[in-house]
């Protein structure tokens, strides 16, 4: 028994031949091609991959507040900026360079580097000048306060003259 007939397929797990299903090749392909994606990087891509930080969103009656976990980041690596009512939270994680890593040989490394983007829709109104972001052990806390509720106003409607 093949381990490949063991993975369901889409068609309830049997064979079809080729002439049968003329997608085949290219659903194992598609197929293969996310295995080689998920599998990550090699050493040389320094796991790029799995960069992206988690977040938590919650809420008050005044305020949105995000805090997201960036281990090994410091506040200089994060930017953060509003545009459209879009939230964008960019950061960086640096390779470490020290001299002496040119003479060590790795056996393992699984540590993320480089560019992420994490982008959130927020509420139409918010004022950007009073979003307020810290950073502290690793752990980014932002602070959104919600625009006010526009009353509903009622419109009298008057005789044309």
Not at 41 to 67: F, H, R, W
Not at 127 to 144: F, R, Y
Request: aromatic letters at 4%; zero cysteines; a negative charge.
């Amino acid at each position: 028994m093949h381990l490949r007939s063991l993975i369901p397929s889409g068609n309830g797990g049997t064979r079809t031949s080729s002439a049968a299903n003329p997608f085949g090749f290219l659903h194992r392909e598609i197929d293969r091609l996310f295995d080689d994606f998920t599998r990550g990087l090699d050493a040389g891509g320094q796991g790029q991959v799995n960069l992206v930080p988690s977040i938590d969103v919650s809420e008050t009656d005044k305020a949105i507040a995000i805090t997201a976990e960036m281990p090994g980041l410091e506040r200089k690596d994060v930017e953060i900026s509003v545009e459209d009512d879009v939230l964008t939270i960019r950061g960086e994680k640096k390779v470490e360079s020290e001299q002496d890593d040119k003479n060590k040989n790795y056996h393992l490394s699984e540590r993320s580097y480089g560019v992420f983007y994490r982008v959130l829709q927020l509420p139409p109104g918010v004022d950007p000048s009073k979003i307020e972001a810290s950073m502290s052990n690793g752990v980014l806390k932002i602070t959104i306060p919600k625009p006010a509720r526009s009353e509903p106003k009622k419109i009298e409607v008057k005789d044309a003259a």
